[in-house]
């Protein structure tokens, strides 16, 4: 007995020291118009992207991670956990009925910002920033703001606008803005979604460009390199305070390439595909980084779509997922060196702005709803158009028996997928169709 209470003496300090575990900061960066092909660690030779490539060299790089092809369609997405045809509205709008990440986040106890591009209230019942559970913001695109961005930017933070000269560059009081929430929040754990103003048009130069009068094509690279600064000062910023290993790192981006350029890639030229229903509109970059935690090296060919970057949130904070039905499923696993829950597709509802991308495929409600399910592989689209997905700009529609065994089972999975969905979005409120 004595020998006993000795041994429980000895277990009971250990278990008092442990405490409670310490909770993770998430900081989720998401580039404006920029696909994967923009990236060294994608396989460009053009763009400039030491920081990142970095990152991805020291993290975890996803080969098949999707976004819509525009970004109201993304951030809706990824924000909620929940595909198109359950919440878009219109574009512009975020219904105020939705639960975001940061609302999830903040029940959770976490200190929330948000900080960069906005563009989610239009409508009579769009979001504010306060709507969606963020603490402190300072964005663009937002009620009482202007047109400019980059030099001369009209902001928002915390309600107030901010005044602004023309010397004055958006991308750089927005990372600030970062910067400081991180210092002054460092003691408690933190959420920061960082949706940046970089590196959507107008194509114009940097602090950091040889000669502000360029090529928009030169332009776009010299945006291209600084937002890669942009995210080299987050990452010194958290090293400074000692933060980096307590802090999950993601990069992501909202869409394709803006369709007004053309880069080179692989010894050819690439068109710019946003707010097309194509790879080239919707394959994004997919970086998770953190000394310790993220498996170094990690190289992960399963599929991501963006409804599951909330319940991945949910998992590595171990915050509970809100009250809907969610079509997302995490992947932080899969960031851990572990084989996760792959998933054998994924799906897709669009309803595009840009009138020429509905025409290909568009149903529905204006002739513009087009939904699609794809692997990695090949892709279906609700009106029987079958491609390989390496067929960038979906030239040859594979007809049913012309592609081999696996298209056919591929074919027959993605078609399973679709007829799941229903046939109008629930939530879609556009202007009818001219007769």
Known sequence: MKNALFLLL?????????????????????????????????????????????LAATGARFE????????????????????????????????KSETTFGNMLKSAGYKTAVAGKWQLHGGPNGVIVPDCGFDSWCVWNYPGTGRNRFWNPSLNQNGE????????YGPDIVNEFVLDFIRNNKEEPFFVYYPMLLVHSPFVHTPDSKSPEATPLSHFKDMTAYADKLVGRVVDTLEELKLRKNT??????????????????????????????????????LIVNCPGRVKEGTVCSDLVDFADFLPTLAEITESDLPDVELDGQSFWPQCLGKPGNARPWIRQYYYPRFGPAAEPHGQGVNGREIVWAQNQHYKLYRDGAFYAVSD????????????????????????????????????????????
């Open 10 to 54: 000895l277990i009971l300090p250990s278990v008092a020291v442990a405490g409670p575990r310490e909770r993770l900061n998430v900081i989720l960066i998401m580039a404006d118009d920029s696909a994967a092909d923009n990236y060294g660690c994608y396989g460009s030779r053009y763009f400039q992207t030491p920081v990142l490539d970095r």
């Open 64 to 95: 098949h991670c999707y976004s819509e092809p525009v970004c109201t369609s993304s951030r809706v997405k990824i924000m909620t956990g929940r595909d198109g045809w359950r919440n878009y509205v219109r574009f512009g709008t975020l219904d």
């Open 161 to 168: 606008l901010l005044n602004s000269e023309k010397s004055d």
């Open 248 to 285: 999950i790192v993601i990069y992501t981006t909202d869409n394709g390439t803006g369709r007004s350029l053309t880069y080179p890639f692989g010894g050819k030229q690439r068109k710019g595909e946003k707010a097309w229903a194509t790879d080239g509109g919707t394959h994004a970059p």
């Open 392 to 435: 960038r700009y979906e030239k040859t529609n594979i007809l049913p028996g012309d592609g081999d065994a696996t298209a056919e089972r591929t074919r027959k999975m993605l078609q399973a997928a679709i007829d799941e969905i229903p046939e109008k979005a629930v939530k879609l409120n556009v202007t009818p169709a001219k007769k």
